[in-house]
């Protein structure tokens, strides 16, 4: 079946440094891919998607590339903030079918 | 406007008791979903509804959990003979699309303990 992979935390980073968080994922068909965070307190919120291959998905400095050929969907950020810190779910749907969730990777961001 | 709620945000239970959780999502949105949400897991889908109808039942892990949305809007989840197991946030989210595919609205989620 369907399943999303994603690498686990926490992951500790100092405010300003690179973030990658590694997310590949087993789909029949083309899924549409998804970064979902969870704030500290706060409901799944959506933070980019991607809907066919080589679509790159953005918002607030993130950035992730719909990666066919290796089945990826890595989170990426230039200069993480203190509030960046929370948790990351990486998701799929084939379309019609409802979504399969990672597991969640933590970050935290350090001063 | 307003996000989806969930209610209660907090729920005891004893072992074999039946709870009602409550969500009421975005006004005008078509399709609803419940999932849940173990420690430490990320969320599983449960059911999925578009407007009252639903389409979508394969996740529900038993013939203890139903839900509802007969009107199209508010949903319950219910959890009949509550059992250890069963302890786990319920969340609820709302997508004014018709497929998966859109955007999912997710509320705060209700944190069910089952003693």
């Known amino acids: 079946g369907d399943s999303v992979t994603q690498m686990e935390g926490p992951v500790t980073l100092s405010e300003e440094a690179f973030l990658t968080i590694n997310c590949t994922y087993t789909a029949t068909g083309y899924p549409s891919l998804f970064w979902y965070v969870q704030y500290p307190g706060e409901g799944l919120q959506l933070l980019l998607k991607a809907t066919k291959a080589d679509d790159k998905g953005s918002n607030k400095g993130f950035e992730a590339t719909y990666r066919k050929e290796t089945t990826s969907f890595h989170l990426e950020k230039g200069s993480v903030q203190v509030s960046d810190s929370a948790v990351y779910f990486c998701?799929?749907?084939?379309?019609?079918?409802?979504?399969?969730f990672g597991k969640g990777t933590r970050l935290s961001v350090i001063a | 406007g307003a996000g989806v709620s969930q209610s209660p945000r907090y729920k005891v239970a004893k072992r074999g008791q039946d709870v009602a959780l409550r969500c009421d999502p975005i006004s005008g949105h078509v399709s609803l979903f419940w999932y849940q949400q173990a420690l430490g897991q990320g969320p599983e889908f449960l059911t999925y509804f578009q407007n009252e109808a639903q389409l979508d039942k394969s996740g529900l892990p038993s013939d203890r959990f139903f839900a509802e949305r007969p009107e199209g809007s508010v949903s319950t989840l219910k959890i009949q003979r509550t059992q250890q197991e069963d302890s786990a946030v319920y969340l609820c989210?709302?997508?004014?699309?018709?497929?998966?595919?859109?955007?999912?609205?997710f509320g705060p989620g209700t944190r069910l303990t089952v003693l």
């Open positions: 989210a709302s997508s004014q699309e018709r497929t998966p595919r859109g955007e999912q609205f």
């Open positions: 998701a799929l749907t084939p379309g019609n079918t409802p979504l399969v």
